[in-house]
Structure formats: structure tokens, C-alpha cells
């Protein structure tokens, strides 16, 4: 049964080693995550939220509720043009148990290829959530939260609202 970890949990700051093997533990954990993303309302988690040091996500397209398993996702290139977006994680959650929101300036447009849990390589260009979504989930592997993109104050603003759920 994995469990969701939260802001503070030094496993979210590791950088996550790759896969080398789709094996049932792996296509296990992505079916739970899908589950555990779907019960939070969520549209993405990384492995290293459920305290596995792996480099793969799930996500969904809120446009069209497409679901992706990604296996050691990368993204190939980004956009010069960005764009500023609210962005919650389901890691980083308030004194009320919700996740907390900022605005995060990303690119627009990201190329990611990944492999899925069949083991088949896909390329996409993706815009909008879903490139967003990409993006945050992907900095998961490497330990970066969004947190991490916000200036001093406002990353302050967001903590001390995370310091009043423990």
C-alpha cells in the first residue's frame, strides 16, 4: 500500500534513478497512483510522492481525461515563450489538508518522450495543462517542487500555510 508523502519528507528532495526493468511492482504502483491521483483529485504524481525513488509518473489530461504512464520521462525541449499558471501539489497541502496554490511561470510548450507500461516508446509535443502538468511532475524525479520556483516571499506565503498543518 503506498503512501502519500508530504512537504518536508526528505524522499521528495532525492533524485530519482532510472527504470530498467516494467516489472508488476512497477505497473502495480502506477495502477495504485492512478487511483490515489483520481481519490485527491489530482492530475499528476511522480513515484518519489509515494516514497519510491523511480523515475516514473502518472498524469492526466483534464481536457480529455486521458491518462498517462510515463516510465523515465524527458523532456527534449521547452519553449522560449512561457506562461504563468496556478499549480497545487498534492505533497505540498495546507493546515485544512488541501493542497496550497501559487502562480509558476513555465514554458508553454514542452517535447517529452517517455516509455509506457507496455514498454513502448512515445514522443509528444504537448501545450497547456498538460505541459504543465509534465513539468511538474517531471521536476518530482529530480527533487525540485514548484515550491522551488517562487520568489523568497511568496515562497514564504506558501509555507507558513504548510507549517500550520503539522
Not at 534513478?17 to 495504485?32: C, F, G, R, S, Y
Not at 514522443?123 to 522551488?148: N, W, Y
Request: hydrophobic share 45%; glycine share 6%; proline share 5%.
Amino acid at each position: 500500500m503506498l503512501q502519500m508523502k508530504l512537504c518536508g519528507d526528505l524522499v521528495l528532495r532525492e533524485k530519482c534513478a532510472p527504470v530498467d526493468t516494467i516489472d508488476a511492482e512497477i505497473l502495480q504502483n502506477m495502477d495504485e497512483m492512478v487511483k490515489m491521483m483520481s481519490a485527491q483529485n489530482g492530475v499528476g504524481l511522480a513515484a518519489p510522492q509515494v516514497g519510491v525513488l523511480k523515475r516514473f509518473i502518472v498524469m492526466m489530461n483534464p481536457d480529455t481525461n486521458k491518462v498517462f504512464k510515463m516510465i523515465n520521462p524527458v523532456i527534449l525541449s521547452r519553449s522560449s515563450e512561457t506562461v504563468v499558471m496556478e499549480e497545487g501539489c498534492l505533497s505540498v497541502l495546507g493546515g485544512d489538508g488541501l493542497p496550497v496554490y501559487a502562480n509558476v511561470t513555465r514554458p508553454a510548450v514542452v517535447t517529452v518522450e517517455w516509455t509506457d507500461e507496455k514498454g513502448k516508446a512515445h514522443t509528444a509535443e504537448m501545450s497547456g495543462l498538460p505541459a504543465r502538468i509534465v513539468q511538474h511532475e517531471t521536476d518530482h524525479l529530480d527533487g525540485i517542487l514548484f515550491v522551488d520556483y517562487l520568489s523568497p516571499v511568496k515562497r514564504e506565503m506558501v509555507m507558513s500555510k504548510v507549517r500550520r498543518r503539522k
